[in-house]
Each structure stands twice: as C-alpha cells, then as structure tokens.
C-alpha cells in the first residue's frame, strides 16, 4: 500500500469530528455514540497522517530482503578488495625487507630466525598423509523427528566443531585447515547460528576439518573424546552428518592472515 500526504482530507475529517464532538443540540441528552465516534475519527485521522508520514510516499510492505543481499555481497567485495590490497602491501614489505637484509647484517639474522619459526606458526603449506571430518546439520524433514528434537539439536554447534579440533591436536596433528583455512594459535572457531565464523569470514555447513598426521592416532583421539562421542550419539538420534576421511596425501595452505597482535606476553 502507498501512501500519499492527503492532507486535506485528513484535516477535513479532524474538523467534521470536532464540530461533531463539540456541537450542542438542544431538546435532548447526547448518547454516548456521539462522543465515541467523533473520537475514533480524530484516533483514524492521526493513525493515518503517522502512517503517511512514516511512509514518506513509498510503500510500507516492500520485501527488503533483496536489499539486503544487495548490501551483503557490496560489504563482501568491500572485504575481498581490502584482502587484495592487504596482499599486495605484504609483497611489497616482504621484497623490500629482503633487499634491505642485503646489506644489513642484523636485519638478514632476524629474517633468518623469523624464517625459521614460519613453519611451526603456520606461515608455510604442508601435505601430507591425514584425516578429513566432516559436520553438517540435519536435514529438514517436514514430518515430526523421534523424541521432538529442537532447532539446537539438529545443528552443528561451535562446541561440536572445537571437539573435533582439540581431539586432532591431542591425536598429534601437525597442521590443520577448517573450510581450507589454515588453523594457527591465533585461531578462534565461533559459530553464529548454524554459521561458523574464522578469522573473519563466515562459512555454512558441511564444516570440514582436515589434519595432517598419522590417521590411526587421529581417529583414536576422535573416539576418546567425550564432546566427539556427543555429536556421535546425536548424528544416530537426530540425523546429523559426520564422516571421517583417510587422506593418503593432503596440503593444508599456509595461513595468508593477518599475524598482528592486541596484546603479548612474554613469558619470564
């Protein structure tokens, strides 16, 4: 519905309401309709002037979903641009700190050790033999499920994603990408509703988590995990999907993130 200003006839019906309201016919007491009335046609007035104006000449039902996508994808090239430029300037920091390490003695040693550490904090890609699990919500079925299960209970939690996590790194990962993203010491796995949020991007499930080590440990420390045993049980009672892939030879990429700190501490 569009609304237009109409405010003469808005104003027409106040002064009709009102000279009904306040007129005084002689002969007879006034019933109670003549006062209600006039007032629920000063009520209509005002609601409908609030509403012309709200509107603005546009309509108020418009679906603003596709907006919003709009605005969604707008904000995601936004963040890819800044990506691409974040690339570049490290390029840029990276061909000129080798070619000031040339010249400068102290400089070329920190490189050195700087170069040293890169593959134990995740800076370098790694293959090799490992596991790849894999967790992803239950479908929707329009029929009722055994045991009325929840919403919470047919999704994939944060919690569900970190058992699987911290199980691969007790069963003695080396490397380790969620959604092809390399894991670092830095990494914090958050899910916003069925969503997984890593360092700053936003992923859907099936959430696949790939590690790089012997498959046998691994998959032992995914059967001696308690939270891993929980979404086990759940994926036989709700539907939920987990699959454990044996990967004879897997690369997990070296992490392109950002590697700046808030806050440090450097132990004594």
Known sequence: ?????????????????????????????????????????????????????TANGTSLRDDRRPQLAQLIEERREQVDESDRQRAALLTQVEAETEALAGSDAPIAEQRRRGESSRQGAGFTALRGPGLTVELDDAPRLSETRPGNPSNDDLVVHQSDVQAVVNALWAGGAEAMSIMGVRVISTSAVRCVGNTLLLHGRVYSPPFKITAIGDSSKLRGALDASDGVRLFRDAVDHFGLGYRETVEGSVTVLAYDGSSALSEVEVPQ
């Open 1 to 53: 519905m569009e609304y237009t200003s109409g405010g003469a006839s808005w104003r027409e019906a106040l002064r009709t309401a009102a000279s009904g309201l306040f007129s005084r016919p002689t002969g007879h007491r006034r019933s109670p309709w003549s006062i209600g009335v006039p007032l629920i046609a000063i009520a209509a007035g005002l609601l409908f002037t609030t509403s012309a104006t």
